[in-house]
């Protein structure tokens, strides 16, 4: 479906110094109330500290387009009418309506007044233009609406003058021609929103909260309402990249009826010029920045930047903006591993998901403080960096990541679940692209994700292409093809992008980078604490539940050392902890959703994370070298499983459990199990699980049907620390850690003896199977294993503190070695019959 709009850009860039100036100067201008019913403030079930603070004179007063801005501007937020609107229905202009809106908190929301969900509703307020901004006298009078969700149509004094399609893009209108005289103006705005019932973005919106992991939706306006007049040859927007390699700013300006015009542009360093620039409108300009102070998390400076459009020596519109000197891209490590750079350093992302979600604005935060504060609060607990998870959020909000520094990971909001209707299609591509577009020069933002979990992925290739297109798009940042492509909905691996991305919960998560994508843990943690009246349904959940405050700090601390581990072993690049603040029925946040309650230690979180930033670096050995182990091809132990020989340590088979016999072998006899009870317990841990080794065996199936069945393995606390088996859920021989297989080939024929060689080599961080002395599987597994806690055992496994998985079929000539054998070792050893 293709969006129709009546829409010129005319937004981009502010520095931090700039902005507040500007800011602080300019009124928000906002009308007065409308006669009529008043509006009332909703209650809602929990209030964040900022609640009381919204009223109709300071609905989000701020300037709302930090990345651009002009002197001359008026805010239109405030109470306008309200009412119900039915299909079909005549514009009512002229009309008063019977409620009363307070703009810009989407109407389920407690701040609206509104407080319910409507398919359709009708908006309406005036507005007059102030005499001095001369509109109709060489200057044009744009509206801007930052976001209405979702399909909207506006209308100045009867006239339609826009339409748009998207919940989280803005549009702008130029309603010179609609205006009448010099009094007050009619603007009406109708909105559509079906949310979940249509295939439009939606991200975790829904029609009615799941209490689960979707939300209550939001309706309607949820972003400034606002207005500036401008030249009829004007600034659109700025495109603004900088060039670390050329020590320069690759700035495009975007300009309406630009033709013969000249771009001018001044970049500053605290009020000194460091770099000029002109040429013709629409052309990319470089401007020098020499010795260029670099934007990182700790230190995020921003440089000043001026744009000026001009016809001869005359300047037709000028705006002020700003930008950081940074590059995100991809280095290898001292270990060899591919790994994220920032300005050419490797520098671990360690994150929050940051669903943007409030329990009295839903979509919109209450007030601009509380907008900038879930960022501060990643800066106190030590973050550098913030997933913002399946939502786009107001400009200011990526201002404020720019101005206290924290890496952004930019998610494009997910339609449903399954796969996204054929009809909605081009639409869902064309709002990730205008969301690249419209956040394609803020500093902060390093990375797209165009997928989550696989919601709304209709095919894999379709993915991969996808991806490709983003890139070439903004070549300049990383894109995350599928963040959690092991996970859900995902239709797999499309292997493109920049990045490698797994999901798991409690994790963290651990895959390895290849030759041309780092690897992250997208979402792990989730452990959850109840704070009584602080939760939005009086009741809550988590991936695991803690009894307080101490033992949930402690939980978390002992998580994120494990990022270490798989950052150091595995070569993870980033690590997004769920979740900043609860969300409704989610109870993992560090802060309650109300943003009242801080639920761990953040002196202990904020030391765990620095320490994790500083020691995921990188640096060779990491992985600690196994010892060289015992030579030959005989093992630290030998059962031949004959029921006579003994074994290389002097000891016969192992104890046998429930009576199994022995019966014809691969080499003289070899030892028959039942596949329900019988086995052979070794007594001892023989194998070191912390280090490498080689598990070995000959093998003939009695069956080889959905059943798994374990030929060797080495009992762990819960669950076996490695399977050497047939892999039911497969159908095909495996050397397994629990939920990681490396796997053969193809199904096993039953009655036929099989040579199989299990390898863990902890250096590759991997699994390896050799099916009759060819390799046959290879995994990764990275992360290191714990110390042996139980024995050797042969025909069964154990999983969740009980014996499963027992051998159906005949097991002969098992050696265990002490470290990981190479390919032409187990060749021989296969070519031997041993």
Not at 21 to 37: H, I, T
Not at 52 to 67: F, H, K, M
Not at 291 to 318: I, S
Not at 519 to 529: C, K
Request: with cysteine.
């Amino acid at each position: 479906m293709n969006r129709a709009r009546t829409r010129r850009r005319y937004g981009l860039t502010v520095a931090a110094v700039t902005l507040l100036a500007v800011g602080a100067a300019v009124p928000a201008g906002a009308a007065p109330a409308p006669a009529g019913p008043a509006w009332h403030k909703g209650i809602p079930p929990i209030a964040t500290p900022w609640t009381a603070a919204v009223g109709p004179d300071n609905a989000l007063p701020e300037y709302p387009r930090p990345q651009l801005v002009r002197s001359k501007w008026q805010n239109l937020n405030g109470v306008w009418e309200f009412a119900k609107a039915e299909v079909g229905q005549a514009v009512p202009a002229g009309q008063a309506l019977g409620e009363r809106v307070l703009v810009p908190y989407p109407i389920e929301s407690a701040l609206s007044g509104i407080q319910r969900h409507e398919d359709r509703m009708w908006y309406r307020r005036a507005f007059t233009v102030p005499s001095s901004w001369k509109v109709g006298s060489g200057q044009r009078l744009l509206l801007h609406f930052g976001a209405v969700d979702y399909d909207s149509k506006v209308f100045v004094n009867g006239r339609q003058v826009a339409t748009h399609r998207g919940g989280y893009d803005g549009f702008d209108a130029d309603v010179t021609g609609a205006l009448t005289g010099t009094g007050p103006q009619e603007l009406i705005v109708w909105a559509e929103d079906l949310t979940d019932a249509t295939g439009q973005p939606i991200g975790k919106q829904r029609r009615v909260s799941d209490h689960g992991i979707f939300y209550q939706g939001s309706s309607g306006i949820w972003r400034t309402v606002w207005m500036e007049p401008v030249a009829a040859a004007g600034i659109a927007d700025l495109g603004l990249t900088p060039d670390l390699k050329t020590s320069s700013l690759k700035l495009t300006a975007n300009v309406v009826n630009g033709e013969g015009l000249t771009v001018r542009a001044v970049a500053r360093s605290n009020g000194r010029v460091v770099g000029r620039a002109s040429g013709a409108a629409g052309t990319q300009l470089s401007i020098g920045v020499p010795r260029p102070h670099l934007w990182t998390p700790d230190d995020p400076f921003l440089y000043d930047l001026e744009v000026t459009l001009l016809d001869g020596n005359r300047a037709v519109d000028t705006v002020q903006s700003y930008f950081g000197m940074r590059e995100i891209g991809t280095t290898k490590g001292a270990d060899g591993k591919l790994r994220i750079a920032l300005n050419g350093k490797i520098l671990f992302n360690m994150a929050t998901l940051d669903q943007g979600f409030w329990p009295d604005g839903l979509n919109t935060a209450p007030t601009d403080a509380g907008l900038k504060f879930d960022l501060q609060q990643h800066k106190v607990m030590g973050f550098n960096a913030v997933r913002k998870h399946i939502k786009v959020e107001p400009d200011r909000w990526y201002y404020w990541a720019d101005k206290l520094g924290l890496l952004v990971w930019q998610d494009m909001p997910a339609a449903n679940t399954g796969p996204i209707p054929a009809e909605w299609r081009d639409q869902f591509e064309a709002e990730l692209h205008e969301m690249v577009r419209e956040h394609r020069s803020w500093t902060s933002i390093i990375a797209w994700v165009p997928f989550n979990e696989g919601w709304g992925e209709w095919d894999r290739a379709a993915t991969g292409r996808i991806a490709d297109d983003v890139k070439r798009q903004d070549p300049s940042r990383l894109v995350n093809a599928h963040s959690g492509v092991n996970c859900c909905n995902s239709h797999g691996d499309s292997g493109r992008g920049d990045v490698i991305d797994f999901h798991q919960y409690l994790g963290p998560a651990s895959p390895s980078p290849d030759g041309t994508r780092a690897a992250i843990d997208g979402e792990h943690g989730g452990f959850g604490l109840k704070v009584s009246n602080h939760m939005w349904f009086g009741d809550g959940h988590a991936y695991e539940m803690e009894p307080d405050s101490e033992t949930l700090t402690r939980k978390y601390v002992e998580n994120q050392r494990a990022v270490i581990d798989s950052a150091r072993s595995c070569g993870i690049s980033a690590a997004i902890y769920t979740q900043i603040t609860d969300v409704e029925g989610e109870v993992n946040g560090f802060w309650t959703y109300d943003r009242q309650v801080r639920k761990m230690d953040f002196q202990q979180v904020r030391a765990v994370n620095r320490e994790i930033i500083a020691k995921a670096d990188g640096s060779a050995g990491n992985v600690p070298q196994p010892p060289p182990g015992t030579p030959g091809l005989t093992g630290v132990s030998f059962y031949p499983l004959d029921g006579t020989a003994e074994d290389a340590a002097g000891d016969h088979d192992g104890t046998l459990v429930a009576g199994p016999g022995f019966v014809d072998g691969k080499k003289r006899q070899g030892l028959e199990l039942n596949g329900s009870s019988q086995f052979v317990d070794t007594g001892a841990p023989i194998l070191n699980t912390a280090s490498d080794y080689t598990a070995s065996a000959w093998v003939r199936l009695d069956k080889a049907d959905g059943a798994f069945q374990t030929v060797v393995s080495q009992d762990g606390a819960s669950v076996s620390d490695f399977f050497l088996q047939y892999s039911g859920a497969d159908q095909r021989f495996a050397m397994s850690f629990a939920g990681v297989r490396a796997l053969g080939p193809a199904k096993p024929e039953v009655g036929r003896w099989y040579h199989l060689t299990g390898v863990r080599d902890s250096v590759k961080g991997e699994l390896r199977l050799y099916v009759d002395g060819e390799l046959a599987g290879r995994t990764g597994a990275c992360l290191p294993q714990a110390a042996p806690t139980g024995n050797t055992v042969i025909g069964r496994g154990k999983y969740n503190g009980n014996p499963v998985d027992f051998l159906d079929g005949t097991v002969d000539q098992v050696h265990l070695y002490d470290r990981a054998l190479s390919d032409q070792e187990i060749k021989q050893l296969y070519a031997s019959g041993n």
